[in-house]
């Protein structure tokens, strides 16, 4: 049997003290924080669903032929004005707006009458969404 020195019980304490955060630094959901001057808004939350539910609304709305509405253009307006100088967020925003876009035509690949009532369903949930957003959040 092979004997190990006894540390004193102070020794290990603050080893493990000193240790943790750094354990806790390493550990964690991978995510990084955002860059100093990417700072989350309060609302990216909303405005990520917003972003996505505008990419449905776009899908659905010309694969149903439905009046043009520029969907797209209304998310190029939000992403300029809300994440010009932050390429992180704008990152996330586009991915939400095309993650809308690509589940639905992953799942209509003609106008329904399901089709078009998810665009109806989306199109309300958006305008909803857009109202709490600027009532809570706008200047």
């Known amino acids: 049997m092979i004997r ?10 603050t080893l493990a003290l000193s240790a943790s955060p750094l354990l806790a630094q390493s550990a964690g ?3 990084s924080p955002p860059p100093a001057g990417e700072k989350p808004a309060p609302y990216d939350d909303q405005l990520s669903r917003l972003a996505e539910i505008l990419g449905s ?14 969907w797209r253009q209304f998310m190029q307006k939000l992403l ?12 996330k925003l586009t ?19 399901a089709a078009r009532t998810a665009e109806e369903r989306y199109r309300n949930e958006g305008a909803t969404l857009a109202a709490e957003i600027a009532a809570r959040f706008g200047n």
């Open 29 to 31: 959901n991978g995510e």
């Open 95 to 113: 991915a939400a707006f095309n993650r809308g876009y690509r589940t639905f035509a992953a799942i209509h690949t003609s106008c329904t009458p």
């Open 4 to 13: 190990l020195p006894k540390f004193p019980t102070s020794l290990l304490l």
């Open 57 to 70: 609304v776009h899908y659905l709305r010309t694969l149903c032929g439905s009046p043009a509405s520029d």
């Open 80 to 91: 300029d004005s809300d994440t010009a100088s932050e390429p992180k967020r704008r990152e």
